[in-house]
């Protein structure tokens, strides 16, 4: 089983829908937790942050749940730019970061 | 401003060959990771330093595979007789502290092939 589990899709979805995406963590150690946005054949970005008491930027919203280990992002009213591979990274020390395989994301008009 | 560089950005190597891949981190960055992504998976982690010390090595999948920081800014990531399964992207990335929240920013990766 591997430490950080997503779920690969792909979510095929239209403009404007919502969508929500999972991440599961293994090791209880874990301190910090972000996503990652990864387009085709390029390198991953951050996203954003994820922290304890759920955070929102504009469309995205991130949340955490320490007790069940489990990590969500929702992007609400999508865009054709949203298309991308939605990646889960948790740390459990300053130099290790373990990451999902991703959850693919195609945004259709 | 420059982001992270690698170089090359393309290799193929026959197997059995030796490769040296080359990251030029963010300029006053202290942290530096080499990650290895196969295709339809994420990246894993392969190497850890801070400044020219090599903290955690322990994602290197053999010891075919070396990494060095010798200055505390560009580093490389050596792969001796390559095999066909080291074909993959080996992305770089940096950091300004060494904080666990700290955002990692990487570079374009270099894509091995290995024939």
């Known amino acids: 089983r591997k430490e950080v589990e997503q779920d690969p899709g792909p979510f095929n979805v239209p403009e404007g829908a919502t969508v929500a995406f999972n991440c599961t963590y293994s090791?209880?150690?874990?301190?910090?937790f972000f996503w990652y946005r990864q387009d085709c054949r390029k390198e991953p970005k951050l996203l954003m942050s994820?922290?304890?008491s759920g955070n929102e930027d504009g469309r995205f919203t991130a949340q955490l749940n320490r007790a069940s280990q489990y990590i969500s992002l929702l992007i609400r009213d999508s865009k054709l730019s949203d298309s991308a591979t939605y990646l889960c990274?948790?740390?459990?020390?300053?130099?290790?970061?373990?990451f999902g395989d991703g959850t693919t994301l195609t945004v259709k008009p | 401003g420059a982001g992270v560089s690698q170089s090359p950005r393309y290799k193929v190597a026959k197997r059995g060959q030796d490769v040296a891949l080359r990251c030029d981190p963010i300029?006053?960055?202290?942290?530096l990771f080499w990650y290895q992504q196969a295709l339809g998976q994420g990246p894993e982690f392969l190497t850890y330093?801070?400044?020219?010390?090599?903290?955690?090595k322990s994602g290197l999948p053999s010891d075919r595979f070396f990494a060095e920081r010798p200055e505390g800014s560009v580093s490389t990531l050596k792969i001796q007789r390559t095999q066909q399964e080291d074909s993959a992207v080996y992305l770089c990335?940096?950091?300004?502290?060494?904080?666990?929240?700290?955002?990692?920013?990487f570079g374009p990766g270099t894509r091995l092939l290995v024939l």
């Open positions: 990335a940096s950091s300004l502290g060494t904080s666990r929240i700290e955002t990692q920013y």
């Open positions: 090791n209880s150690a874990s301190q910090s």
């Open positions: 994820v922290y304890s």
């Open positions: 990274v948790v740390n459990t020390n300053a130099g290790k970061s373990t």
């Open positions: 300029s006053g960055h202290v942290s």
């Open positions: 330093f801070q400044n020219e010390a090599q903290l955690d």
